[in-house]
């Protein structure tokens, strides 16, 4: 069996092997392997090519736009996704509008470990891919699976266009394959991961394990329940989305970052918009809670969506 976090260091591992140009750069990625060892053995393995960085994720980002510019294709770690808020200039301002100023690619990966733990609190949890999916230019990837860590991550620095991937702290440990996939389905294009007919769940990450467990629990009441695992946020999969609409009729979107302006929030304008004839119901969406992330682990579990209040939801929604 290969967890989550075992892909995302085998792709990194494959991407250093067949590419000269690709080197990782980030805070105590190299004889220390990482803060949660994405890189561990791969500086023994690869000399020079994964590299320490300063602890300044500004100009972590700002050197990698350079190399890229260059000719490199640099993976940039950042301990957590709460802190590329420091290089947000950076990735925002100069990595994002490169292409279009210059006609130059900048393919920069950079890969944000996201989302919440037990006792992890407000500065090590956040879910920031409606940020970055907010900025033109910018590709952002949001791996649900084991097989999507390992293929997502090499179709990122694959990808001529900077990549934010965001990796869920959660799964790393909690979810393992028997095998590393072969093939995969291309960026922007999303997966039906359970079929149904009475209402359908669009969500990504790590809700997408709390959805399927809320769909088992609602179909032993009778009611088939589609799940759909968006796997990159942008591009957003809106075919996918809406074929779906036009199955059940009825839609709840999931996320487990904030609702203001979210994914969530895009999932339903778009629906609304080009799908409105389809439904039976008014759309549905299910966020965390509108405040920064609790510390205390009863109050964590609280504060994001879990399969019990996905279910409620749902039941809820069916009954309209």
């Known amino acids: 069996m290969i967890t989550y976090l075992e892909a995302i260091r085998e792709a990194q591992n494959r991407a250093l092997q067949d590419d000269p140009r690709v080197y990782i750069y980030g805070q ?36 990698a736009i350079g190399a890229a510019i260059q000719g490199m294709r640099p993976i940039i770690e950042m301990q957590f996704a709460d802190f590329s808020t420091v290089g947000f200039n950076q990735i925002t301002n100069q990595a994002a509008t490169v ?60 990808c001529d266009d900077p990549v934010i991937f965001c990796e869920h702290k959660y799964l790393y440990y909690h979810l393992k394959a028997e095998r590393l996939p072969e093939q995969a389905l291309p960026i922007g294009r999303a997966r039906i991961a359970r079929p149904g007919r009475d209402a359908t769940v669009i969500t990504y990450s790590a ?44 839609i709840l979107a999931v996320g487990e970052a904030w609702p203001w302006g979210g994914v969530t929030a895009e999932i339903l304008a ?20 509108d405040t920064p992330v609790p510390y205390h682990p009863n109050l964590w579990g609280t504060h994001r969506p879990t399969a019990k209040t996905i279910a409620d939801s749902l039941r809820s929604l069916l009954r309209l």
């Not at 990625?29 to 090519?49: C, D, E, W």
């Not at 589609?226 to 989305?241: A, F």
Request: hydrophobic share 45%; proline share 7%.
């Open 28 to 63: 105590d990625i190299g004889a220390f392997g990482g803060a949660f060892k994405a890189t561990k053995g791969l500086a023994q393995k690869y000399p020079g090519r994964v590299i320490d960085s300063p602890i300044s994720e500004d100009a972590m980002v700002g050197s």
């Open 99 to 158: 292409f279009w100023r210059t006609g130059v690619p900048c393919p920069i990966t950079i890969r944000m470990p996201c989302g919440g733990t037990a006792g992890s609190g407000p500065f090590h949890s956040q879910s920031l891919e409606a940020l970055y999916a907010h900025i033109p230019g910018l590709v952002v990837l949001t791996p649900a699976t084991v097989e999507d860590a390992y293929s997502m991550l090499l179709a990122a620095v694959d």
């Open 207 to 250: 809700m997408l394990h709390e959805s399927l467990a809320a769909a088992v629990d609602l179909a032993e009441e009778g009611w088939e329940i589609e799940v759909i695992d968006l796997r990159s946020v942008k591009p957003l999969d809106t075919d996918t989305i809406l074929a779906s609409v036009s199955r059940t009729g009825r």
């Open 270 to 289: 778009r629906i609304a918009s080009e799908g409105f004839n389809l439904l039976d119901a008014p759309p549905m969406r299910l966020n965390a809670k």
